[in-house]
């Protein structure tokens, strides 16, 4: 039997055993485990079409074949043609280790950065798509060259504006880093306080509950209207940190070395200019990065001192990209998690806090109360037989 003939067979077992599938009823375990093989068949089917669509196909040609926009279809080209150009991503795509949207996303790295592919590999084996597209993102920028990067942000600057459905404004805005960086910040500070002030279960005049765009939406209202109504009053909070290497200090700014940082934690590198310039201002703080080791920083009380908030907002070293849920990857409405519950004694300290999206958080607070509340029936059971009496052995 010839390749084609059994790609063939199989799409007729696949459409066999999948024959009424929709209305299978089975148990929740019996779907996530064919969850499991379903998703490993598409990445193997996705490894086939990238590298026959590199062959044969174009962009619109393809996009009429699998019903999906050009632009994605691109996107399944590239991938392909980095197949030939890297063994490891292909090696990786063809054992279903590496979807299509995580080789298209590698194949635009390779164009400046081919030296990554291992690395990036390794991240989207383990890790999610968006932290994939994060340190991918981070590779590129990297690798420009700083003037030029700088030159290339400045002339992409935009906002753009349109009446939508229902009559909506929208907006689109593209921003320089030290531009863009503070006005984020100070809208999700006050949408965090409204959304922790009115609860995840308030309606909004609809039944349903607010979400935390809608929150967003308000506060940038009110930055628009020159207020801040609801803006949270923190001494120990500030806009934007601006992570500058000490050495890059002492040569009068210029120039970034391969071992420096000069950048806005969560968003990028910005030129060392950049960072001068807007060292004073008041929405901003400069960190002089020495390599000093903050993980000593600990405190036996559940409030979370400013120096471990700091540290925690600007990510881990060495690359210092910004928070994130250290579970599924998300930057939005990240919340202080103790690693050992502080419940089970655990110390705010920094090696002993992460930050978690408020899913994550959830899902490991509700197992870590129910692995405390396993412990105390283990250590009640374990007492309850100590204090039993032991009897004396009878006659026989």
């Known amino acids: 039997m010839d390749l084609l003939d059994a790609l063939t067979e199989a799409v007729r077992v696949v459409r066999r055993v999948t024959a009424g599938l929709a209305a299978d009823r089975c148990s929740r375990a019996e779907w ?55 063994p490891v991503l292909a090696e990786a795509m063809a054992d279903g280790q590496v979807s299509v949207d995580q080789a298209s996303e590698i194949a635009r790295t390779m164009t400046v950065a081919p030296r990554a592919v291992d690395e ?15 340190r991918a993102r981070r590779v590129r920028v990297d690798a420009e060259d700083p003037d030029d990067l700088r030159r290339r942000r400045h002339q992409a600057r935009r906002v753009r504006h349109w009446i939508g459905e229902l009559g909506m404004v929208h907006l689109d805005a593209a921003l320089e880093p030290h531009v863009g960086a503070p006005i984020v910040e100070r809208l999700e500070r006050p949408a965090r306080h409204r959304a922790r002030r009115l609860g995840a279960g308030d309606s909004d005049g609809d039944g349903g509950g607010v979400r935390f765009e809608q929150h967003l939406a308000d506060a940038f209202a009110d930055l628009a209207a020159g207020g801040d109504h609801d803006r949270p009053k923190r001494r120990d909070s500030a806009e934007v940190v601006v992570l500058v290497s000490h050495e890059i200090t002492q040569r009068d700014w210029t120039g970034v070395a391969d071992t420096e940082i000069c950048s806005i934690p969560g968003i990028g590198p910005i030129h060392p200019d950049t960072a001068r310039e807007i060292a004073q201002d008041a929405f901003l703080s400069g960190v002089f990065y020495d390599g000093t080791d903050l993980r000593h920083l600990k405190r036996w009380t559940r409030t979370i001192p400013p120096d471990i908030r700091l540290a925690l907002r600007l990510g881990t070293p060495p690359d210092f990209d910004g928070p994130r849920c250290v579970d599924c990857g998300r930057r939005l409405q990240l919340q202080i998690d103790h690693r050992q519950p502080y419940a089970a004694g655990g110390p705010t300290a920094l090696w002993n806090t992460d930050l978690r999206c408020p899913d994550c958080h959830d899902a490991k607070t509700r197992a870590d109360l129910e692995a405390i509340r396993t412990q105390h029936r283990s250590d009640e059971e374990r007492n309850r037989r100590q204090r039993q009496p032991t009897l004396p052995p009878q006659p026989p």
Do not use: I, P, Y
């Not at 490894?47 to 699998?66: H, P, Q």
């Open 32 to 86: 996530e485990r064919r969850l499991t093989v379903f998703v490993e068949l598409e990445k193997l089917a996705g490894f086939g079409k990238a590298s026959a669509a590199a062959r044969v196909a174009d962009a619109d040609g393809l996009a009429a074949l699998c019903g999906s926009s050009v632009g994605r279809a691109r996107e399944v080209l590239a991938a392909g043609r980095a197949l030939t150009a890297s």
């Open 120 to 134: 990036l590999v390794e991240v989207a084996r383990t890790g999610s798509l968006q932290t994939l597209r994060d």
